[in-house]
């Protein structure tokens, strides 16, 4: 876990292209103090993003131009990039409900669409307590 | 007693004399004498001859035809009547001899009066005049006297005590007359009555415009001293007028102002002496109250005795103390203004100056943003822009004209500024093309001006051609550029031969079993990974030199960094012989927040050099800090040791402690430097402290916060899941040596491996699910990595098939690249050089589920 001191904040990248889903995380978030969110739209942008610094946590929408959320992550589990191992969280209209897996030691959720901010708190919260 | 019927009255001695005299008239005439009351006899005979006028008697004077005719007196001739046909009584005759002798008594004074040559011009007077003999009876009186009077004869006023005087009467129609009477020698009395009505009034206008206008005045008669002053004079300076009373020099001498007196009374006996006309002065007198009072003097001499001298001065003075008060503060404000405005010319003098040696220019815009001024003229004629060009224009009207120079800069960043009245700084374009055909790059910054209300005036702003910095930049950053192409191919080709010889020697290595074997394989190994360090110590410099070298804040475990590099070096020390130990401090097991990578480098490089200069003896580090403390770092050996002046110089670039070092101990002369610019992003310090022949302790301090909480330290043992068992898996690179590497390396972990030589090769091998995994390298003939995962993943599209994880292999695996292979469809990459540890991971990565 990076944010350690009482002062350091959990940074947190969304990828997400759908203005509207952004707003409501931007939302869900608004009071969380203690979360620094960054917001990239597309693939290309995630990806340039989570290469360059690393993050406490990542949430991925699956569909976005350039690369889709899922390559992405695959492909920052596979190298040696700074968020090899930080844990997702991946959005989707297929699941019907929140769970949280950890395999090898990653942290990989996923949280039915559409998004029910009790839920995703809960899950992001219990998911950087725990890193 | 009257006179009937057609009568004629004598003859005419001189008919000169009686012209316009009818007969009828005189008939009239003597008729109302004849009817006169005796005693009035003389009045009556005044007022025939008023009536007739004086020639008439003159007419009688010289008559002397015979007839009926009564004597007036001697030389007066006769009184001649002719009545008629009918000779007159002698009672009448009798009645008319005291008339005939009154008429010559008054004919004799009169005609003695109307001798005079004066008659006439008396008669001529606008005034009217009268004369009284002694008794007070009418002499003769003139026109005017007629006019003024013409209903009363004419009486004495009898003015004074009998021998004259002046009075002033006012008429009942509002005339004024004054009224003049003198007594003669003789004892007649000659009454003049003037009409001063006009006279009075513009007196009386004078006396109220002097009184009106507080004017002052005084007369001086210089043969007595004495001075009439009126009562303004007096009250002027607080007195009233008997208080000053009377006034003479000294009154004036004592109360002029000392300083003034002598300039006042030069120029007074000037205008006395005749010098000048008129005399005036500003001076200063004493008021009653004590204080000064200026007053404006202005005096002529009016009267001059006989011989010329000056006998009666006057004059007129007002009270000017006002505008005396006026005038200083005036002067006043007219000497500030005189100095500001020299202060001024001197500032703009000074602006002057320095603009005419500046590089640059100056420029003005007034509050329409259009340009009201340029300082350098001559200059801007010279490169082909008239100041006339540019003066009254706005800068977008200026640009619209010189289209080329709008599309050389974005000018939006200027005209933002301008709009909301901002200052822009050191905003580069290209000025248009000079008539010698250079190009020529400007420079300019620009602040609005505020008047002293806040009001906003315009801008002003200086320009300059920066047009060899600019060309000079535009080089170094086109040299930068080229340094760095340079630094990423060498990179590139460097690695892809190391690619071969570090990657079949890791293979090579785990396949011999004869120890000698062993130690030439070990050899080859280190010499490709010393070759490799320099390549990345040659990138990290340039990237440091670049700016671009970026920290990671991570926790991490120094314990676990020390003993990784303590395995890295305990070989390396162990076959010079050398006694190598690492101690972690007792409190420093703490996790730091850092970049664990860089840390973990500058320990590496202390360590390298520490081992690479002692051949006997120890190298120890030591990692300490408690918490709440710094990490340090020490490095200890017993080697060959600096000079202070080597150690002053070691953390140049390039440079060791001697040349003769690099032939010696080879290396680049980087690490140092990178360790010492890693150690100085890190907000730490490095401290050397060296005898020669001794050794040498190098003591770093890492101001590295203590991180909370535990770390993961347990990653996952490699090792173990190091296994690819029956993955099947193709591999396509043009490079024989790689493709052996590859080779052996996928077939070690207990993969089944099938190499092409290139990327059509590799779709042509690809079947729906023949591969787990395909490498692809990027650059190889005939088909390039790129077109082959194209064709494959269009392939995979036509049958509806999952997609097979394809990684790209490349030398340039830098951010960017890595983007743009997943954006073509890749699913990951590994770069070249190749390790085993590397590639088991990523495939292991893209089969996980």
């Known amino acids: ?131 | 007693m009257a006179f009937e019927g057609k009568q004629t009255l004598g003859h005419l001695a001189s008919p000169d004399l009686c012209k316009g005299i009818t007969p009828d008239l005189v008939i009239s005439v003597l008729g109302a004498l004849l009817a006169a009351p005796d005693g009035d006899i003389d009045c009556a005979i005044a007022q025939a001859l008023d009536r007739v006028g004086l020639a008439l008697g003159a007419m009688l004077a010289v008559s002397d035809t015979p007839g009926l005719s009564l004597p007036l007196g001697p030389g007066l001739g006769h009184l001649c009547v002719t009545p008629g046909d009918q000779p007159l009584p002698a009672a009448t005759l009798d009645h008319l001899r005291p008339i005939a002798s009154g008429i010559g008594a008054l004919l004799a004074r009169r005609l003695t009066a109307q001798s005079h040559p004066l008659g006439d011009v008396i008669e001529a007077l606008d005034d009217a005049v009268a004369i009284f003999d002694d008794a007070g009876r009418p002499l003769a009186c003139n026109r005017s006297y007629r006019a003024l009077y013409p209903d009363r004869p004419p009486v004495p006023q009898h003015l004074g005590d009998g021998t004259g005087g002046v009075a002033q009467r006012e008429l009942p129609d509002g005339r004024i007359l004054r009224i003049t009477e003198r007594r003669s020698a003789g004892g007649s009395v000659i009454s003049v009555h003037s009409d001063v009505t006009g006279l009075v009034l513009a007196e009386e206008r004078l006396r109220n415009v002097i009184e009106g206008a507080q004017v002052g005045t005084w007369d001086w008669e210089l043969l007595t001293g004495k001075q009439h002053v009126n009562a303004l004079w007096a009250k002027m300076l607080g007195y009233t007028l008997p208080e000053v009373s009377p006034v003479d020099y000294r009154t004036w001498s004592g109360l002029i102002h000392p300083d003034d007196s002598a300039h006042v009374e030069a120029l007074i006996a000037r205008c006395l002496s005749g010098e000048t006309e008129t005399y005036e002065a500003e001076y200063r007198l004493r008021h009653k109250a004590g204080h000064f009072i200026w007053v404006l003097d202005r005096g002529r001499v009016i009267r001059h005795a006989q011989d010329g001298q000056a006998e009666l001065m006057a004059g007129v003075q007002i009270e000017i103390t006002e505008q005396k008060t006026r005038e200083a503060a005036l002067q006043g404000a007219k000497d500030a203004l005189e100095h500001a405005l020299s202060e001024r010319a001197t500032a703009e003098q000074r602006f002057i100056d320095i603009a005419a040696v500046a590089d640059g220019w100056f420029w003005e815009k007034d509050s329409d943003l259009r340009f009201s001024f340029i300082s350098q003229p001559d200059y801007f004629e010279r490169i082909g822009v008239p100041a006339d060009q540019i003066l009254g224009k706005t800068r977008e009207e200026w640009l619209e004209a010189n289209p080329d120079v709008r599309s050389s800069a974005d000018w939006e960043l200027v005209f933002s500024a301008l709009r909301d009245h901002r200052a822009f700084r050191d905003f580069v374009y290209r000025a248009p093309m000079s008539p010698d055909g250079d190009e020529r790059w400007f420079r300019i910054s620009g602040a609005p001006v505020h008047d002293p209300a806040g009001t906003f005036v315009g801008y002003r702003g200086v320009g300059s051609d920066v047009t060899q910095l600019y060309l000079a930049k535009a080089r170094a950053e086109e040299a930068s550029r080229t340094k760095s192409m340079f630094l990423a191919n060498m990179s590139h080709e460097i690695r892809t031969p190391l690619n071969g010889v570090l990657g079949m020697a890791e293979v090579l290595d785990s396949a011999l079993t004869n120890p000698e074997h062993k130690r030439m394989i070990g050899t080859i190994r280190r010499s490709g990974e010393t070759l490799l360090n320099i390549l990345n110590d040659i990138l990290d410099m340039s990237k440091i030199e670049a700016g671009k070298l970026e920290l990671e804040s991570l926790p991490f475990s120094p314990v676990e960094l020390a003993e990784r590099v303590e395995d890295l070096h305990t070989l390396r020390a162990e076959e010079k012989g050398l006694d190598f130990e690492v101690l972690v401090g007792s409190g420093a097991e703490a996790a730091r927040i850092g970049d664990p990578f860089r840390v973990q480098q500058v320990l590496h490089n202390l360590v390298s050099n520490a081992i690479k200069f002692t051949d006997k003896g120890e190298v120890s580090v030591k990692v300490s800090g408690r918490r709440g403390s710094p990490l340090t770092i020490e490095v200890k050996d017993s080697g060959i040791g600096m000079t202070a002046d080597q150690i002053a110089h070691l953390h140049d670039e390039f440079t060791q402690a001697d040349s003769s070092v690099t032939r010696r101990f080879g290396g680049t002369g980087l690490g140092m430097a990178i360790t010492r610019n890693l150690i100085l992003r890190m907000g730490g310090d490095v401290s050397v402290t060296s005898e020669v022949g001794r050794g040498t302790t190098v003591r770093v301090t890492l101001p590295l916060p203590v991180a909370e909480g535990n770390i993961r330290t347990a990653r996952p043992q490699l090792e173990a899941e190091a296994r690819l068992d029956g993955l099947r898996i193709l591999a396509a690179d043009d490079n024989g040596t790689n493709r052996s590497v590859l080779e052996l390396m996928l077939t070690r972990c207990g993969a089944e491996v099938t190499t092409v030589s290139d990327g059509l090769q590799a779709v042509q091998a690809w079947e729906p699910g023949r591969f787990d995994v395909i490498l692809l390298d990027i650059a190889m003939p005939v088909m390039d990595g790129k077109a082959a995962l194209h064709e494959i993943r269009l392939k995979e599209a036509e049958q509806d098939l999952p997609r097979v994880p394809i990684v790209a292999v490349t030398a340039n695996a830098m951010s960017h690249q890595i983007v743009e292979y997943l954006i073509w469809g890749f699913d990951s990459c590994v770069s070249k050089p190749i390790t085993m540890t590397d590639l088991t991971k990523v495939i292991r990565s893209m089969l996980r589920r």
């Open chain 1, 1 to 131: 876990m990076t944010g350690t001191g009482p002062d350091q904040k959990f940074r947190i990248l969304l990828a997400e292209d759908d203005e509207v889903n952004q707003e409501v995380i931007k939302a869900f978030l608004a009071n969380q103090s203690h979360i620094e969110l960054t917001v990239v739209g597309d693939g290309r942008s995630a990806l340039e993003t989570a290469l360059g610094s690393r993050f406490d946590l990542m949430l991925f929408d699956h569909n976005m131009p350039h690369i889709t959320g899922d390559r992405v992550i695959r492909y920052l589990r596979s190298g040696n990039s700074n968020n090899s191992r930080t844990p997702v969280v991946r959005f989707t209209a297929e699941a019907d409900h929140a769970q949280i897996r950890t395999t090898d030691g990653l942290v990989e959720a996923v949280l039915p669409k559409p998004l029910r901010a009790e839920v995703f708190l809960n899950t992001i919260n219990a998911i950087l307590r725990k890193t």
